[in-house]
Nanobody, 115 residues
Framework: QVQLVESGGGLVQAGGSLRLSCAASGNIFSLGTMGWWRQAPGKQRTLVASITSGGTTNYADSVKGRFTISRDNAKNTVYLQMNSLKPEETAVYYC?????????WGQGTQVTVSS
């Protein structure tokens, strides 16, 4: 089992920044791609950004140029730096990690962007 704990969410004004962290613990081996997803009320959960164990990144078009995902493999932690936040990005942000063929999810952290 892998446990994921997110932190760093909160309330920020439009145009502001937040940095999310997700720390993995437990039976960690061959931890593969890690990523951030978000889910707004009444909407589907969607991918924000992901990063492979080798550092290859992928971003949703809507966040390119504003968000940066990074990873510290020694600490089993993935980060999401979010700049120029918009009110429509208010959502619960979830961390996901893949281990072999199993996906693990964190409990989520609320990000609220006020206008």
């Amino acid at each position: 089992q892998v446990q994921l704990v997110e932190s760093g969410g909160g309330l920020v004004q439009a145009g502001g920044s937040l940095r999310l962290s997700c720390a993995a613990s437990g039976n960690i081996f061959s931890l593969g791609t890690m990523g951030w997803w978000r889910q707004a009320p009444g909407k589907q959960r969607t991918l924000v950004a992901s990063i492979t164990s080798g550092g290859t990144t992928n971003y949703a078009d809507s966040v390119k140029g504003r968000f940066t995902i990074s990873r510290d493999n020694a600490k089993n932690t993935v980060y999401l730096q979010m700049n120029s936040l918009k009110p429509e990005e208010t959502a619960v942000y979830y961390c996901k990690a893949r281990q072999v063929l199993t996906d693990y999810w964190g409990q989520g952290t609320q990000v609220t962007v006020s206008s």
